[in-house]
């Protein structure tokens, strides 16, 4: 709920600071005193539209900040969150900047950030019902979400989205493998000779490599040959080096008792020297046997690679993914033997998932059919006693056309009204004068209160044009609203200020060098004051001090 309001520099309110309460808040003045300008300071916190008339004359920036009350988990929260912010405890502070050249800057909890992000926060902590506007009850995009949530209809809807992607996800599958299938038919001469070559071909993995090392051996050949041979003629000139390498090791193993065992590491070294060497001659034979000086065989590897490079080449891949295109394209060529056998599977899923969409999506909108009768008896009776008697409030439910069907189900939601005997329903708005308007909303706010719990209602002059019993209807409502919500209502009614709570007067004052803007909390004598005023004008009689207190006696027995 709304704690606490502070304003500076807008219009004519220099410095205002007004702690709000729970119930029903009731702001009251002369026409003109300021109480209009001080539901625009709240709107300029909750992101709103800014206008640099609203900045003081004289003053480099308005500024206001508005202070909530609010759960871990409420709608403000998470949606704050969904943008990186969180780390609120249970206040809200909710900021707004206005310079004189009209630029503003936002905040919450004095972090940066975007109006529009203020403006989404706002829309779920405040909803502000005025003669001319009433947000969601008057958005037809919000009439069906309302509407579900009215009639308990959430498990339906959550059954209907489920089905509905169901059926968008076999409907994505079903037109790819369309898609896949009928390229497959385009290039089928094409697959049909590039699978017949991958599998003459047969590439295998890292056969690239293999193959140009082995090349690169064949290609010098001779050279390592001859090399390999004057390696073989060095070791064995002489005695050899194995054959000198065995005769030091005879002479010093036979002075190896004498030499009290100095001489042990020595001959170790030369019996690993023998064995090495011995290898070494045993490799180069091996060697020199491998080397193939067949110009045939050269060419068969020189082929073989070239092959594979004008295969991946041909492709647009690399030698070593041929194994992997060669069995993709395999797989297309047999999908297209399969002769669109998958296709077919998919195209009967899809129908299957269709027929439970409309089966879960035709429950839901019976369900609406129900809940949208309730919800008109509900709003009739609510009409009657605020001066609507005549006026008809119909909750339209009309199928759509498939292409417009969605995770909402297959139903248009709209709230319309007639105001006159005979005369077809409408949208609220074209249908209602300003002042019906404003009763229509707290009418349908009324009975819609559960099914959208905003902490926070404002009702700006919602009684104007009625007075007598009409007006008492209007506060007998706010009142019942405020038992379960934080209502603030802007009223010139005395039967709607004696219900409130809490009570302010807003009034104009000399300040200075000019005329400032007041917000006074009234105690019990001063808003007896205040209330015969608004009975009496601007002269009270002890009359109207005795109306005002029979008004405010009565609601508080």
């Known amino acids: 709920m709304l704690r606490t309001l502070s304003i500076r520099d807008v219009v004519l309110m220099e410095k205002l600071d007004i702690d709000f ?18 539901l625009d300071a709240l709107g300029l916190a909750l992101g ?24 871990a988990d409420h709608p403000a929260c998470r949606i704050l969150a969904e943008h990186g912010l969180d780390g609120f405890d249970d206040t809200l502070i909710l900021r707004r900047a206005l310079g004189a050249d009209g630029r503003s800057h936002a905040f919450v909890n004095d972090r940066p950030v975007s109006v529009s992000l203020l403006r989404q926060a706002g ?94 051996v064949l290609m010098h050949g001779e050279k390592l040959l001859e090399a390999l041979n004057n390696a073989v003629v060095e070791l064995g000139s002489g005695q050899g080096v194995e054959a000198s390498l065995r005769g030091a090791a005879r002479h010093l193993e036979k002075a190896a008792e004498k030499a009290e065992g100095r001489l042990d590491g020595v001959i170790a070294a ?9 290898e070494v001659s045993a490799g ?45 394209l395999t797989a297309q060529f047999a999908a297209l033997r399969d002769g669109g056998a998958a296709v077919e599977r998919l195209r009967r899923d899809e129908a299957a998932s269709r027929d439970a969409f409309i089966q879960v999506a035709g429950d839901l909108s ?132 004696a219900r409130g709570v809490n009570h302010w007067r807003v009034s104009k004052a000399d300040a200075g060098p000019g005329i400032r803007t007041t917000v006074d909390a009234l105690s019990e004598t001063s808003r007896t004051e205040e209330i015969a005023r608004m009975l009496a004008g601007a002269r009270i009689t002890d009359a109207a001090r005795a109306a005002a207190e029979s008004l405010l006696q009565g609601h508080e027995a």
């Open 21 to 38: 309460h729970s119930g029903l808040c009731v702001l009251t003045g002369e026409t003109g005193a300021g109480k209009s300008i001080l």
């Open 48 to 71: 709103v539209r800014a206008d640099s008339a609203l900045v003081r004359h004289g003053a480099k920036q308005a500024s206001v900040a508005a202070e909530f009350d609010v759960d």
């Open 123 to 216: 829309a779920a902590l405040v909803e502000i019902h005025g003669q001319f506007e009433s947000q969601k009850l008057l958005s037809p995009a919000a009439h069906r979400a309302l509407l579900d949530s009215y009639g308990d209809l959430g498990t339906d809807a959550d059954h209907t989205v489920e089905a509905y992607r169901t059926w968008l996800a076999a409907t994505e599958a079903r037109a790819a493998a369309e898609e896949a299938w009928e390229g497959a038919r385009r290039d089928e001469e094409f697959l049909r000779y590039a699978v017949d070559e991958f599998a003459a071909l047969d590439p295998q993995p890292g056969e690239d490599a293999a193959l140009a090392a082995e090349r690169a």
């Open 270 to 278: 030369l019996d690993r020297a023998v064995i090495e060497a011995a």
């Open 284 to 328: 180069l034979e091996r060697l020199s046997g491998a080397i193939d000086l067949d110009p045939r065989h050269l060419e068969g590897v020189e082929e073989r690679l070239f092959a594979l490079r004008a295969l991946a080449r041909k492709h647009g891949v690399e030698v070593d993914d041929l194994p992997a295109t060669g069995e993709r």
């Open 366 to 497: 019976a369900a609406r059919r129900e809940a949208a009768a309730r919800l008109d008896e509900a709003v009739a009776r609510e009409l009657g006693p605020l001066k609507l008697g005549k006026a008809v409030f119909a909750t339209r439910v009309t199928p759509l056309d498939e292409g417009d069907w969605s995770e909402s189900g297959a139903d248009r939601v709209v709230f319309q009204a007639a105001t006159n005997p005979g005369a077809p329903p409408g949208p609220l708005n074209r249908i209602a004068s300003g002042g019906e308007l404003a009763r229509f909303a707290l009418a349908l706010k009324v009975v819609l209160a559960g099914a959208d719990p905003v902490p926070t209602i404002i009702f700006d002059e919602v009684d104007s044009g009625v007075g007598g019993a009409v007006a008492a209807a209007v506060g007998e409502r706010l009142a019942r609203l405020a038992e379960d919500f934080q209502v603030v209502g802007v009223t010139h009614s005395p039967q709607v200020a």
